[in-house]
C-alpha cells in the first residue's frame, strides 16, 4: 500500500516560473512603463521638431511697400553742424568748418558761397544742392 499523496516523486511534474530578472532593480511591469514612457517621449520630441522645421507648411510671400524716400531740406543760414554732418560726404568735421565761416563772416548770401568754405568744392556742392533751402532775395 503506497500512498500516492505523500511522495515526492509523484507530485506534479510542472515546470517552476522563474521569476523574471529584474532590470536596472525595475521589476516587469515597471519595465513596461518605462518602456511606454520612452516611446511616448521619442513621438513628442519628433512631433515637435517637425513643427520646428516647419515641415508641411507652405511659405508665405509678404509685399512690402517700398520705402518712402527720406527728403529734406536745411536752411545754410540756420543749421547746425549737426545737420550738415547728415549730407553727402560731409562729415562732423566740415559740418563745424561751416558753421564756423559763417559766425565768423556772416550769413552766405547765395548757396555758392558754400565754394568758400575749405573742404568744399563744386562736385562736393551740386551733390548736396538739393537739400538746400533757397536762400531769399530779401536777405541782402
Given at each position: 500500500m503506497y500512498h500516492l499523496i505523500g511522495r515526492p516523486d509523484m507530485q506534479d511534474n510542472q515546470p517552476e516560473e522563474t521569476p523574471s530578472k529584474p532590470f536596472l532593480g525595475l521589476q516587469r511591469e515597471d519595465q513596461y512603463f518605462l518602456g511606454l514612457l520612452v516611446i511616448a517621449i521619442l513621438i513628442l520630441a519628433v512631433i515637435y521638431l517637425g513643427r520646428l522645421?516647419?515641415?508641411?507648411?507652405?511659405?508665405?510671400?509678404?509685399?512690402?511697400?517700398?520705402?518712402?524716400?527720406?527728403?529734406?531740406?536745411?536752411?545754410?543760414?540756420?543749421?547746425?553742424?549737426?545737420?550738415?554732418?547728415q549730407l553727402k560726404q560731409i562729415g562732423p568735421v566740415l559740418g563745424k568748418k561751416i558753421v564756423a565761416h559763417r559766425e565768423t563772416h556772416g550769413p552766405f548770401l547765395?548757396?555758392?558761397?558754400?565754394?568758400?568754405?575749405?573742404?568744399?568744392?563744386p562736385r562736393k556742392l551740386n551733390e548736396n544742392r538739393i537739400y538746400f533751402k533757397p536762400i531769399p532775395t530779401d536777405s541782402h
Amino acid at each position: 500500500m503506497y500512498h500516492l499523496i505523500g511522495r515526492p516523486d509523484m507530485q506534479d511534474n510542472q515546470p517552476e516560473e522563474t521569476p523574471s530578472k529584474p532590470f536596472l532593480g525595475l521589476q516587469r511591469e515597471d519595465q513596461y512603463f518605462l518602456g511606454l514612457l520612452v516611446i511616448a517621449i521619442l513621438i513628442l520630441a519628433v512631433i515637435y521638431l517637425g513643427r520646428l522645421s516647419r515641415w508641411g507648411t507652405e511659405p508665405i510671400e509678404i509685399n512690402r511697400q517700398n520705402p518712402l524716400p527720406y527728403e529734406y531740406q536745411i536752411d545754410i543760414n540756420q543749421a547746425t553742424w549737426v545737420e550738415f554732418a547728415q549730407l553727402k560726404q560731409i562729415g562732423p568735421v566740415l559740418g563745424k568748418k561751416i558753421v564756423a565761416h559763417r559766425e565768423t563772416h556772416g550769413p552766405f548770401l547765395s548757396i555758392e558761397d558754400l565754394l568758400q568754405v575749405k573742404g568744399i568744392g563744386p562736385r562736393k556742392l551740386n551733390e548736396n544742392r538739393i537739400y538746400f533751402k533757397p536762400i531769399p532775395t530779401d536777405s541782402h
